[in-house]
């Protein structure tokens, strides 16, 4: 369980002795707090300040390192209120990093102090995140407190899958039985841990499986075979910590036109989240776009020309048919999405569900600020140059700002929680 005490104060020190009539008055020392001190990434907490002078301006500076040992630093300035108190839940800055209303603003807000850096990197494996507080009064730090922000929570098991498929399992720290998601990546390739560890921590058994870009899978994302998932449901139904009918797929970009695929054609999948996702099958990534990037019974899967997009998608033969799929869908994007529009694309999937009588509950939250990252399950800094991809070796920008991106985060992250939780609900003891 997570530490929930009201979290670390670490006194400031005695900064005044006054003469006040006829005796001695000490001033109160100053103190700063984080609350709770210790969470989950996907989860906020509240930065308080106390023991000022009423409406006295002070600074509070952030700093953290990364998994790849870059500094990220951030700093705002607040008015204490009238008991001397400065609340970041309910309190904008006058000035700094950030302008509104956030509790944790002070972190995502953070921005690297070295040149030549893209983004901000998590802890290496899955470790924890260390973020330094300091209360600065005149110029001087006066008060410090540190936050420990958890990527995955105590007791989370981690068991390596190798053989016919690859991947990750990840088991929440629980001996019951618990519904499953399979978790795919995007054209990033490799193993999508951090959903799964995210989804592990919140009490699913979540199963992070590789497609390429990994071991002895293929190199690029071509030709990749949609059995090689119905293989995973499989071995997933098989597992004792399952229940085997209550699995969703989650996937992100093209991980999440992926995911919305899955759904259409597997029976076993119940839900379906899809980020930044494509309502339509593109060709394969990265090097030749007149290769298919799915096959079935070993025949290619029809797609798009990404660079003839601008039709009416809804008409496209390659279009998915996410109508077929047996449970609800979640789609989440970002309206300032540089990589693709999966705003437009989402919709495009909205409208062919209204059109065919969906029979399942189905959303699209969209961001208008978000960008690529659209909803990350990370309280996290968000700042971002152009970031290079993996697999491609090319710069893409993913649009959105950082206030954007954050917002969105925060807004999706219970909303996740809450459609997995309502959709994979356990019935068998209803009437």
């Known amino acids: 369980m997570l530490d929930r005490s009201r979290g670390i104060k670490i006194q400031g020190f005695i900064l005044a002795v006054s003469l006040l009539a006829g005796g001695l008055r000490i001033a109160c020392a100053q103190t700063l707090e984080v609350i709770p001190h210790r969470v989950l990434m996907d989860e906020s907490a509240v930065i308080h300040a106390g023991g000022l002078q009423p409406n006295e301006h002070i600074s509070i500076q952030t700093e953290l390192v990364d998994g790849a040992d870059k500094p990220w630093s951030s700093q705002a300035e607040f008015v204490a209120d009238a008991q001397g108190d400065v609340d970041t839940s309910k309190q904008a800055p006058v000035e700094g990093s950030y302008t509104e209303v956030s509790a944790i603003g002070l972190v995502w807000s953070m921005k690297p102090k070295e040149k030549h850096v893209e983004s901000y990197q998590p802890p290496r494996e899955m470790g924890t995140q260390i973020i330094n507080f300091w209360l600065v009064r005149n110029g001087q730090r006066v008060a410090n407190s540190v936050m420990e922000q958890l990527w995955v929570a105590e007791g989370v098991q981690q068991i390596k899958v190798e053989g016919q498929i690859h991947g990750v399992l990840f088991l929440p720290n629980t001996k019951e039985r618990r519904p499953g998601v399979l978790v795919v990546g995007g054209s990033e390739g490799g193993m999508p841990r951090g959903k799964a560890a995210w989804l592990a921590s919140r009490g ?95 025949q290619a899967l029809a797609y798009v020309n990404p660079r003839g997009m601008r039709g009416n998608m809804d008409t496209l033969r390659a279009t998915i048919a996410v109508e077929h799929t047996q449970g609800p869908i979640l789609l989440i994007s970002g309206e300032n999405d540089g990589v693709w529009e999966s705003t437009r694309m989402a919709d495009a999937a909205v409208t062919r569900l209204k059109q065919s009588h969906f029979p399942y509950s189905y959303e699209h939250l969209k961001y208008s600020h978000a960008g690529h990252r659209a909803g990350r399950p990370q309280i996290v800094p968000t700042w971002h140059g152009s970031i290079k991809n993996p697999t491609s070796g090319r710069e893409e920008n993913p649009g959105g700002n950082a206030a954007g991106d954050a917002q969105s985060s925060l807004d999706a992250i219970p909303k996740v929680l809450e459609f997995l939780r309502a959709s994979l609900a356990d019935h068998s003891s209803e009437k």
């Open 204 to 298: 699913y058994v979540a199963f992070a499986l590789a497609y390429f870009r990994y071991d002895d899978l293929p190199p690029q994302l071509e030709r990749i075979p949609l059995e090689y998932f119905g293989r995973a449901l499989a071995w997933m139904m098989q597992r004792p910590e399952i229940s085997a009918d209550r699995i969703a797929v989650m996937g992100t970009s093209r991980g999440g036109e992926l995911a919305l695929q899955l759904g259409s054609m597997y029976q076993q999948i119940k839900a379906v989240v899809a980020y930044v996702p494509a309502n339509v099958r593109y060709p394969s990534c990265c090097r030749d776009i007149r290769v298919p990037a799915w096959t079935w019974e070993g």
